[in-house]
């Protein structure tokens, strides 16, 4: 399985029996550039596996409507959407989700939970793997909460971790948020997921520019959690190893 990080929250993931993207915002070029965004999307058209686009919701770093018109290119193209996101006349292949929903589409199994901003995260199994992707799941754990409002956002992310959890399920991959902007709360989110759901590989995303932080994530939780591993992300369109 290849794993390409495009930009923010935004992976593709190559598994044998077809391609997955999550979250698709726009794509940056960068000197470190491991792969050509638009290449690698023209050899996914080419390609006889199917592609399954998915959107968590509709923020704008999360969703481009620009994913709409892949399926004048894709014939073998489905969409897997959030419930929040509109669309007009949707195609038969449009698939829109709302928390707690349970999907199959061809050889996917496909499972939403909740979220503590808008839209969904969901869990996706795909060729005796289970990824999972958190949308905006995090536990957003701003400075300048009320204590009201840092108990309620405590107790909705907490409660979202363990309804994942119940599913007993053991998730391979999971894309996460660690966003700078929570400042010295960067971590928690991340680490309350690892140590309650205990992923085989974590990897960081929200990263917008900050792509330090994750380094930082990893130096700070690898060693308190070795049964996961924690990637970190350096540049935009990088080839992750797992």
Same mark, same amino acid.
């Given at each position: /399985?290849?794993?390409?990080?495009? @930009?923010?929250?935004?992976?593709?993931?190559?598994?044998?029996? =077809?391609? *997955?993207?999550?979250?698709?915002?726009? %794509? !940056?070029?960068?000197? %470190?550039?491991? &792969?050509?965004?638009?290449? *690698? /999307?023209?050899?996914? &058209?080419?390609?006889? !596996?199917? *592609?399954? $686009?998915?959107?968590?919701?509709?923020?704008?770093?999360?969703?481009?409507?620009?994913?709409?018109?892949?399926?004048?290119?894709?014939?073998?193209? @489905?969409?897997?959407?959030?419930?929040?996101?509109?669309?007009? %006349?949707?195609?038969?292949?449009?698939? &829109?989700?709302?928390?707690?929903?349970?999907?199959?589409?061809?050889?996917?199994?496909?499972? =939403? @939970?909740?979220?503590?901003?808008?839209?969904?995260?969901?869990? $996706?199994?795909?060729?005796?793997?289970?990824?999972?992707?958190?949308?905006?799941?995090?536990?957003?754990?701003?400075?300048?909460?009320?204590?009201?409002?840092?108990?309620?956002?405590?107790?909705?992310? +907490?409660?979202?971790?363990?309804?994942?959890?119940?599913?007993?399920?053991?998730?391979? $991959?999971?894309?996460?948020? $660690?966003?700078?902007? *929570?400042?010295? %709360?960067?971590?928690?989110?991340?680490? @309350?997921?690892?140590?309650?759901? !205990?992923?085989?590989?974590?990897?960081? /995303?929200?990263?917008?520019?900050?792509?330090?932080?994750?380094?930082?994530?990893?130096?700070?939780?690898?060693? +308190? &959690?070795?049964?996961?591993?924690?990637?970190?992300?350096?540049?935009?369109?990088?080839?992750?190893?797992?």
């Amino acid at each position: /399985m290849k794993i390409f990080f495009i @930009y923010h929250s935004c992976f593709i993931i190559e598994a044998k029996s =077809s391609f *997955l993207l999550f979250d698709y915002f726009k %794509n !940056k070029k960068d000197k %470190n550039s491991d &792969f050509d965004f638009n290449v *690698l /999307m023209s050899n996914i &058209f080419e390609s006889e !596996k199917p *592609l399954y $686009v998915f959107s968590s919701h509709n923020h704008h770093d999360h969703f481009n409507k620009e994913i709409l018109k892949w399926h004048e290119i894709k014939k073998n193209i @489905y969409y897997i959407l959030s419930s929040d996101i509109k669309i007009k %006349n949707p195609e038969i292949n449009y698939h &829109f989700m709302k928390t707690n929903e349970e999907i199959h589409i061809n050889n996917l199994k496909i499972l =939403s @939970y909740g979220s503590t901003d808008e839209g969904i995260s969901f869990t $996706v199994e795909v060729d005796h793997r289970r990824i999972f992707h958190a949308g905006d799941l995090n536990w957003w754990k701003w400075s300048e909460d009320t204590l009201s409002e840092e108990k309620a956002m405590e107790e909705a992310f +907490k409660n979202i971790v363990d309804d994942i959890k119940g599913k007993r399920n053991v998730i391979s $991959v999971a894309f996460f948020p $660690v966003d700078y902007r *929570l400042e010295e %709360n960067y971590h928690c989110g991340g680490e @309350y997921f690892i140590h309650k759901i !205990k992923p085989r590989t974590f990897i960081p /995303m929200h990263l917008w520019d900050e792509f330090s932080i994750s380094h930082k994530f990893k130096m700070s939780q690898q060693e +308190k &959690f070795p049964s996961t591993k924690i990637l970190e992300i350096s540049h935009p369109n990088e080839l992750l190893e797992i």
